[in-house]
Each structure stands twice: as C-alpha cells, then as structure tokens.
C-alpha cells in the first residue's frame, strides 16, 4: 500500500477555502485516492474519491495531477463545523481481492476559527 | 436509515478481565470491517468479513482478540484477557462492495476501552 504524508495541522478561518495536499509518490496504477474526515469522539466519514483529474461533489473537491504523485483536497468556504482530522488514503479499492482494507497515515487536523 | 452502530460506547474494565465489543453493521452491508487506535497512534485495521467469513484477519495482534460474525449480521470482538496496551477505540464498518471505487466504508462511532 502507497505512503502518504500530509501536513500534521492547519488552520484557518470561516469563509475561507483551505486546500490540503497529500503526497503519494508510491501510488500504484490500480489505486485510488480517498479522503476521510474525523471529527472528535466519531468515526471516520468518507468525503470524496478520485483516480486522476478532478472530482467535485457537494462537499469537497479533489484535485489529481497526471502524474497521481499528489492530490489536493479542496474544501470551500469552511466554516467552524469543518474544524476535524482529515485523512488521504491510497489503495485499490480491493481490486486485487484484499478488500477494501484502508491504511490510515496521521492526517492533517484542520482548525477553523472565527 | 440506521448507520452502523456500536456497543457499548466506552467500556473501563481491569486488567485480566473479559471484555465483548459489538457492532451492528448497515443492513444489507455483507463486508465488516473492525480498526483500532491505541493512544497516540494510527487506525489500524484488525480484520475483514465478508458475510460470516473472515476474509482477512492480518491486522489482529494476537490470540487474545477473538472476533466473530454469526449469521453474517452483527459482529463481536472478544478481548480476553484484557491488557494494559489494549486501550484505545475500537472501530467498526461496513461496506456494500468490497471491490472497486465505489467501495465507501461507513463506520461507527466507535468504542473506546479503557483497561486500568
């Protein structure tokens, strides 16, 4: 499964759009690109998915050079409830029959203040 | 309709004691899925059922930890006997596929035991 390494933390405020980058140099062809929010005392909560290009749903958008070595999850205009964990998952969906098993890194933990 | 759901929410049991985590996937979800974080670390995934099956149980870190999914329905997780180094929540979920992109995981809220 590819490594991913994400910012540890950022911060921002309301009305702003907050754009998180994730590295994933080892991706491989078959992998997809995943993004889970986590807010505190909760479970993790599927946000977007993509394989290459641009995915843009009524949460977030997800932005995947060519080369699929990094990916940017692009939250608009967040607001105080968007302060949470969020996490950049690489993996293959369980194309290759191992399940969807998801590997989690430490994810970047966004702040939102006024 | 009921997203997956666990039982209980937190659990403090003593060292050497038995402990059993439940968890109430999505009707309809034939794949089952338990991760855990201990303090300070990453989730990690534990193991996979699809249906009544194990599927993948690499992830479980040793014969203490027993899970099981009669029926194909709900599924436990059996600590026994407990450790200080098993604190941490426990996550379950669940998914409708367990191949290709739409393969979305929902999870539970989790169950976060304490072992003094």
């Known amino acids: 499964l590819a490594k991913t390494t994400q910012p540890i933390s950022m911060d921002s405020y309301e009305g702003q759009e907050v754009n998180i980058t994730c590295s994933h140099n080892?991706?491989?062809?078959?992998?997809?690109i995943t993004w889970y929010q986590q807010f505190p005392s909760q479970g993790p909560r599927f946000i977007i998915q993509?394989?290459?290009t641009k995915v843009t749903n009524e949460v977030a958008s997800l932005f995947i050079p060519a080369d699929r070595k990094s990916s940017t999850l692009s939250l608009p205009r967040v607001s105080l409830s968007d302060t949470a964990v969020y996490y950049c998952?690489?993996?293959?969906?369980?194309?290759?029959?191992?399940?969807?098993?998801?590997?989690f890194g430490t994810g970047t933990q966004l702040k939102v203040e006024l | 309709e009921a997203g997956v759901t666990q039982f209980p929410s937190h659990s403090v049991i003593e060292k050497g004691q038995t402990v059993t985590l439940r968890c109430d996937p999505i009707?309809?979800?034939?794949?089952l899925y338990w991760y855990r974080r201990v303090m300070g670390k990453e989730i990690k995934f534990l193991l996979h059922?699809?249906?009544?099956?194990?599927?993948?149980e690499s992830g479980m870190p040793n014969n203490r930890f027993l899970a099981e999914r009669t029926g194909g329905t709900y599924s436990t997780l059996k600590v026994q006997p407990a450790e200080l180094e098993d604190s941490g929540v426990y996550f379950c979920?669940?998914?409708?596929?367990?191949?290709?992109?739409?393969?979305?995981?929902?999870f539970g809220q989790g169950t976060r035991l304490t072992v003094v």
């Open positions: 993509g394989y290459k």
């Open positions: 059922f699809v249906k009544e099956s194990k599927q993948d």
């Open positions: 009707s309809g979800h034939d794949n």
């Open positions: 080892n991706i491989a062809t078959n992998d997809y």
């Open positions: 998952l690489v993996g293959d969906g369980g194309l290759t029959g191992g399940g969807n098993k998801l590997t």
């Open positions: 979920a669940s998914s409708q596929d367990s191949t290709g992109a739409d393969t979305e995981a929902f």
